[in-house]
């Protein structure tokens, strides 16, 4: 198996075995898409633009706010939750939840799968 066929599977198992996450992706910090389990509907190319955006706005904030650095970035909307984490190597995940979802279960999930993402970057 390719590289990216692994995070292909880490991003679908986590899809698969988190109640309520709908999506994810792994984007560059200069918003490349790495790899994805995004749906059909939504454009990988602009979802990864917006994420790197975002991280790079945190990021901004945190400092200025002297808060230290970004541990992790939550959108919440009416329809549910977009929960960005660094995942090492210049990398961020991105999950996309719906609105009844546990976050505590889902940045246990994230952090799990970020460290088999770490053994593959």
């Known amino acids: 198996m390719s590289r990216l066929d692994n995070?292909?599977?880490i991003l679908k198992n986590?899809?698969?075995e988190s109640p309520?996450?709908?999506a994810s992706a792994l984007i560059s910090e200069d918003g490349l898409m790495l790899a994805s389990a995004l749906s059909q509907d939504l454009d990988e190319t602009?979802?990864?633009?917006?994420?790197?955006?975002?991280l790079n706005l945190?990021?901004?904030a945190a400092t200025e706010l002297r808060r230290g650095d970004v541990q992790e970035i939550i959108v919440r909307g009416e329809h549910g939750y977009a929960v960005m984490i660094s995942a090492g190597r210049g990398a961020l995940l991105l999950v996309l939840t719906n609105e009844n979802t546990?976050?505590?279960?889902?940045f246990f999930d994230m952090r799990e799968a970020i460290?088999?993402?770490k053994n593959i970057l």
């Open 14 to 16: 986590l899809q698969n």
């Open 102 to 106: 546990k976050l505590g279960l889902i």
């Open 46 to 54: 602009r979802v990864a633009g917006m994420t790197a955006t975002l």
């Open 58 to 60: 945190g990021t901004r």
């Open 115 to 117: 460290k088999a993402i």
């Open 7 to 9: 995070l292909n599977k």
């Open 20 to 22: 309520g996450v709908e």
